[in-house]
Protein backbone atom coordinates (compact mmCIF):
# COMPACT_ATOMS: atom_id res chain seq x y z
CA UNK A 1 0.00 0.00 0.00
CA UNK A 2 1.34 3.04 -0.66
CA UNK A 3 0.87 5.90 1.43
CA UNK A 4 -0.97 9.21 0.70
CA UNK A 5 -0.40 12.32 2.40
CA UNK A 6 -2.75 13.25 5.10
CA UNK A 7 -2.30 16.58 6.43
CA UNK A 8 -0.03 19.31 6.86
CA UNK A 9 0.50 21.05 10.02
CA UNK A 10 1.24 24.48 9.78
CA UNK A 11 2.32 26.19 13.03
CA UNK A 12 1.55 29.74 13.76
CA UNK A 13 1.48 32.47 16.60
CA UNK A 14 -2.29 33.86 15.48
CA UNK A 15 -4.52 32.11 14.34
CA UNK A 16 -7.36 34.03 13.35
CA UNK A 17 -4.74 36.49 11.48
CA UNK A 18 -3.45 32.69 9.46
CA UNK A 19 -6.83 32.06 8.73
CA UNK A 20 -7.78 35.45 7.15
CA UNK A 21 -4.77 35.32 5.01
CA UNK A 22 -5.52 31.29 3.97
CA UNK A 23 -8.94 32.87 3.07
CA UNK A 24 -7.54 35.58 1.24
CA UNK A 25 -5.63 32.79 -0.92
CA UNK A 26 -8.66 31.76 -2.01
CA UNK A 27 -9.69 28.60 0.54
CA UNK A 28 -12.52 27.68 2.61
CA UNK A 29 -11.03 28.06 6.07
CA UNK A 30 -13.08 26.06 9.22
CA UNK A 31 -14.25 26.94 12.37
CA UNK A 32 -11.73 27.12 15.09
CA UNK A 33 -11.70 23.83 17.44
CA UNK A 34 -9.59 23.02 20.36
CA UNK A 35 -7.90 19.67 21.22
CA UNK A 36 -7.86 18.29 24.83
CA UNK A 37 -4.69 19.64 25.35
CA UNK A 38 -5.07 22.89 24.44
CA UNK A 39 -3.68 23.55 20.96
CA UNK A 40 -6.47 25.19 18.07
CA UNK A 41 -6.87 24.88 14.81
CA UNK A 42 -8.51 25.64 11.72
CA UNK A 43 -8.42 23.19 8.82
CA UNK A 44 -8.13 23.48 5.07
CA UNK A 45 -9.69 20.58 3.53
CA UNK A 46 -9.66 18.72 0.04
CA UNK A 47 -10.61 15.17 -0.81
CA UNK A 48 -8.52 13.16 1.42
CA UNK A 49 -6.12 15.59 2.68
CA UNK A 50 -6.20 19.10 4.75
CA UNK A 51 -4.22 22.05 5.84
CA UNK A 52 -4.35 22.33 9.55
CA UNK A 53 -3.30 26.32 10.63
CA UNK A 54 -2.23 25.22 14.61
CA UNK A 55 -1.24 27.24 17.11
CA UNK A 56 -1.05 27.03 21.16
CA UNK A 57 -4.23 28.07 23.02
CA UNK A 58 -4.62 30.27 26.30
CA UNK A 59 -4.73 27.79 29.20
CA UNK A 60 -3.28 24.74 27.56
CA UNK A 61 -1.88 22.15 29.38
CA UNK A 62 0.99 20.74 26.94
CA UNK A 63 2.42 17.25 28.18
CA UNK A 64 6.40 17.04 28.01
CA UNK A 65 8.08 15.09 26.49
CA UNK A 66 9.02 11.38 27.58
CA UNK A 67 11.58 8.37 26.40
CA UNK A 68 8.11 6.42 25.27
CA UNK A 69 5.80 9.24 24.37
CA UNK A 70 6.11 11.95 21.78
CA UNK A 71 4.40 15.08 23.41
CA UNK A 72 2.38 16.82 19.80
CA UNK A 73 1.73 20.20 21.70
CA UNK A 74 4.92 20.17 23.25
CA UNK A 75 6.92 19.65 20.13
CA UNK A 76 4.44 22.62 18.75
CA UNK A 77 5.41 25.23 21.34
CA UNK A 78 9.14 24.46 20.71
CA UNK A 79 9.25 24.84 17.41
CA UNK A 80 7.31 28.43 17.99
CA UNK A 81 9.49 29.36 20.13
CA UNK A 82 11.95 29.77 17.33
CA UNK A 83 9.79 30.59 14.08
CA UNK A 84 6.34 29.97 12.11
CA UNK A 85 5.94 27.56 9.12
CA UNK A 86 5.47 23.92 8.19
CA UNK A 87 5.75 22.19 11.40
CA UNK A 88 5.52 18.59 10.22
CA UNK A 89 4.26 16.42 7.97
CA UNK A 90 1.13 13.63 8.23
CA UNK A 91 0.98 10.72 6.12
CA UNK A 92 -2.57 8.28 6.50
CA UNK A 93 -2.82 5.56 8.22
CA UNK A 94 -5.74 2.42 8.47
CA UNK A 95 -3.79 1.03 11.48
CA UNK A 96 -1.98 3.29 13.58
CA UNK A 97 -0.97 0.96 16.11
CA UNK A 98 0.52 -1.05 14.03
CA UNK A 99 2.51 1.63 12.06
CA UNK A 100 3.94 2.51 15.87
CA UNK A 101 4.92 -1.28 16.16
CA UNK A 102 6.81 -0.90 12.87
CA UNK A 103 8.32 2.47 13.47
CA UNK A 104 10.22 0.98 16.57
CA UNK A 105 11.03 -2.23 14.23
CA UNK A 106 12.45 0.03 11.71
CA UNK A 107 14.19 2.16 14.39
CA UNK A 108 12.48 5.28 13.54
CA UNK A 109 10.73 5.83 16.60
CA UNK A 110 9.54 3.42 19.63
CA UNK A 111 6.73 5.51 20.84
CA UNK A 112 3.07 5.03 22.26
CA UNK A 113 0.69 5.38 19.61
CA UNK A 114 -1.59 8.61 20.95
CA UNK A 115 -5.35 8.39 20.77
CA UNK A 116 -7.53 11.43 21.35
CA UNK A 117 -10.91 12.90 20.59
CA UNK A 118 -12.50 16.49 20.10
CA UNK A 119 -15.96 18.04 18.72
CA UNK A 120 -15.99 18.99 15.42
CA UNK A 121 -18.83 21.41 13.23
CA UNK A 122 -20.96 19.97 10.47
CA UNK A 123 -21.27 22.11 7.93
CA UNK A 124 -24.88 23.54 9.57
CA UNK A 125 -22.90 24.16 12.27
CA UNK A 126 -24.23 21.53 14.18
CA UNK A 127 -21.58 19.49 16.54
CA UNK A 128 -19.99 15.98 15.78
CA UNK A 129 -17.32 13.63 16.98
CA UNK A 130 -14.23 12.70 15.58
CA UNK A 131 -10.88 10.98 16.99
CA UNK A 132 -7.74 10.00 15.67
CA UNK A 133 -4.98 7.87 17.07
CA UNK A 134 -1.49 9.25 15.77
CA UNK A 135 2.30 6.94 15.49
CA UNK A 136 4.90 9.22 15.35
CA UNK A 137 8.09 8.65 13.93
CA UNK A 138 11.22 10.70 14.75
CA UNK A 139 14.78 11.55 13.19
CA UNK A 140 17.74 12.99 15.33
CA UNK A 141 19.11 15.14 13.40
CA UNK A 142 15.54 16.45 11.64
CA UNK A 143 14.66 18.27 15.48
CA UNK A 144 12.69 20.79 13.61
CA UNK A 145 10.86 18.25 11.12
CA UNK A 146 7.80 15.92 12.72
CA UNK A 147 6.75 13.20 10.95
CA UNK A 148 3.50 10.86 11.99
CA UNK A 149 0.96 9.15 10.43
CA UNK A 150 -3.15 9.35 11.19
CA UNK A 151 -5.71 7.22 11.40
CA UNK A 152 -9.29 8.34 11.50
CA UNK A 153 -11.78 6.61 13.37
CA UNK A 154 -14.77 8.31 12.33
CA UNK A 155 -14.02 9.72 8.88
CA UNK A 156 -17.92 10.18 7.82
CA UNK A 157 -17.37 12.93 10.22
CA UNK A 158 -14.95 14.65 9.27
CA UNK A 159 -15.00 14.51 5.22
CA UNK A 160 -17.19 16.76 3.74
CA UNK A 161 -17.34 17.46 -0.04
CA UNK A 162 -18.79 21.19 1.07
CA UNK A 163 -15.72 22.02 3.37
CA UNK A 164 -13.77 21.08 -0.07
CA UNK A 165 -15.19 23.79 -2.12
CA UNK A 166 -12.38 26.48 -2.53
CA UNK A 167 -12.61 30.26 -4.21
CA UNK A 168 -9.56 29.83 -5.76
CA UNK A 169 -10.73 25.82 -7.28
CA UNK A 170 -7.64 24.37 -5.51
CA UNK A 171 -8.31 20.61 -5.50
CA UNK A 172 -5.14 18.71 -3.34
CA UNK A 173 -1.55 18.90 -1.94
CA UNK A 174 0.67 18.09 -5.09
CA UNK A 175 3.70 18.19 -2.79
CA UNK A 176 5.81 18.90 0.21
CA UNK A 177 9.69 19.80 0.26
CA UNK A 178 12.20 19.19 3.08
CA UNK A 179 15.32 21.67 2.51
CA UNK A 180 18.25 19.77 4.07
CA UNK A 181 21.79 20.17 3.66
CA UNK A 182 22.48 16.74 2.89
CA UNK A 183 19.48 15.48 1.27
CA UNK A 184 20.86 11.64 1.70
CA UNK A 185 21.17 11.64 5.14
CA UNK A 186 17.54 11.26 4.92
CA UNK A 187 16.95 8.55 2.66
CA UNK A 188 16.85 5.38 4.92
CA UNK A 189 14.61 7.67 7.61
CA UNK A 190 12.16 8.67 5.19
CA UNK A 191 12.71 5.40 2.92
CA UNK A 192 11.38 3.73 6.51
CA UNK A 193 8.86 6.27 7.21
CA UNK A 194 7.09 6.46 4.07
CA UNK A 195 7.92 3.00 2.77
CA UNK A 196 8.98 4.20 -0.64
CA UNK A 197 12.48 4.07 -2.05
CA UNK A 198 13.19 7.60 -3.28
CA UNK A 199 14.38 8.74 -7.03
CA UNK A 200 17.26 10.64 -7.54
CA UNK A 201 15.97 13.65 -9.98
CA UNK A 202 18.95 16.00 -9.88
CA UNK A 203 22.49 15.70 -8.32
CA UNK A 204 21.93 14.92 -4.52
CA UNK A 205 18.36 15.54 -4.37
CA UNK A 206 15.45 13.07 -3.51
CA UNK A 207 11.95 12.58 -4.48
CA UNK A 208 9.55 10.29 -2.65
CA UNK A 209 6.60 9.22 -4.47
CA UNK A 210 3.53 8.73 -2.69
CA UNK A 211 -0.48 8.29 -3.78
CA UNK A 212 -1.26 11.00 -6.31
CA UNK A 213 1.82 13.52 -4.14
CA UNK A 214 5.69 13.30 -3.78
CA UNK A 215 8.06 14.55 -0.86
CA UNK A 216 11.15 16.59 -2.46
CA UNK A 217 14.40 16.54 -0.11
CA UNK A 218 16.32 19.30 -1.66
CA UNK A 219 19.17 21.05 -0.94
CA UNK A 220 18.41 24.52 0.59
CA UNK A 221 19.93 26.17 -2.63
CA UNK A 222 17.80 24.91 -4.93
CA UNK A 223 14.63 24.75 -2.91
CA UNK A 224 15.34 28.71 -3.16
CA UNK A 225 15.69 27.88 -6.85
CA UNK A 226 12.71 26.17 -7.34
CA UNK A 227 10.74 28.33 -4.54
CA UNK A 228 12.13 31.98 -5.48
CA UNK A 229 12.74 32.10 -1.62
CA UNK A 230 12.91 29.83 1.45
CA UNK A 231 12.90 30.10 5.07
CA UNK A 232 14.95 26.99 5.59
CA UNK A 233 17.27 25.81 8.54
CA UNK A 234 20.92 26.34 6.86
CA UNK A 235 22.32 23.74 9.62
CA UNK A 236 19.69 21.10 9.81
CA UNK A 237 16.53 19.40 7.87
CA UNK A 238 13.33 21.68 7.65
CA UNK A 239 10.09 21.71 5.67
CA UNK A 240 10.23 24.99 3.44
CA UNK A 241 7.09 24.86 0.96
CA UNK A 242 4.22 22.40 -0.40
CA UNK A 243 2.46 23.11 -3.28
CA UNK A 244 -1.14 22.97 -3.93
CA UNK A 245 -3.30 22.18 -7.87
CA UNK A 246 -5.94 24.42 -8.69
CA UNK A 247 -7.95 24.22 -11.27
CA UNK A 248 -7.39 27.58 -13.30
CA UNK A 249 -4.25 28.46 -12.78
CA UNK A 250 -4.71 32.02 -14.39
CA UNK A 251 -7.97 32.93 -12.74
CA UNK A 252 -5.99 32.06 -9.51
CA UNK A 253 -3.36 34.77 -10.44
CA UNK A 254 -5.94 36.99 -11.25
CA UNK A 255 -7.35 36.16 -7.34
CA UNK A 256 -4.04 37.08 -6.03
CA UNK A 257 -3.74 39.88 -7.47
CA UNK A 258 -7.55 40.90 -6.25
CA UNK A 259 -6.01 39.85 -2.94
CA UNK A 260 -3.01 41.80 -3.19
CA UNK A 261 -0.87 38.76 -1.88
CA UNK A 262 2.78 39.23 -3.16
CA UNK A 263 3.68 35.83 -5.66
CA UNK A 264 6.18 35.35 -8.59
CA UNK A 265 5.80 32.83 -11.72
CA UNK A 266 8.38 30.74 -11.62
CA UNK A 267 7.50 27.96 -14.64
CA UNK A 268 3.74 27.15 -14.97
CA UNK A 269 3.83 27.59 -11.06
CA UNK A 270 2.70 30.66 -9.04
CA UNK A 271 4.46 31.37 -5.82
CA UNK A 272 3.91 32.48 -2.95
CA UNK A 273 6.76 33.04 -0.87
CA UNK A 274 7.44 31.90 2.53
CA UNK A 275 7.99 35.77 3.78
CA UNK A 276 3.99 36.77 3.11
CA UNK A 277 3.07 33.29 4.55
CA UNK A 278 3.72 32.25 7.82
CA UNK A 279 7.43 31.32 7.05
CA UNK A 280 6.25 28.23 4.22
CA UNK A 281 6.37 28.73 0.30
CA UNK A 282 3.06 27.89 -1.07
CA UNK A 283 3.29 26.96 -4.86
CA UNK A 284 -0.18 26.86 -6.65
CA UNK A 285 0.23 24.82 -9.88
CA UNK A 286 -1.82 23.86 -12.63
CA UNK A 287 -4.33 20.31 -12.96
Not at 161 to 187: C, G, K, M, Y
Request: charge should be negative; hydrophobic fraction near 45%; glycine fraction near 6%.
Amino acid sequence: MTRRIDHLVIAVRDLDRAGDFYRRLGFQVGARNRHPWGTENRIVQFPGSFIELISVGEGAAIAPHRASAFSFGAFLEDYLRDREGLAMLVLDSPNAEADAALFSQKGIGSFEPFHFERSGKRPDGSETKVAFTLAFASDKDAPKAGFFVCQQHFPENFWNPQFQRHDNRATRIASVTLAAPAPERLRAFLAAFTGVEPASPDGDDLSFRLSESHIDVLTPDDAAENYGSVEAELDQPSFVAFAIRVEDIHAHAKWLDAAEIPYQHIGSRLIVPASAAFGVAIAFEPT
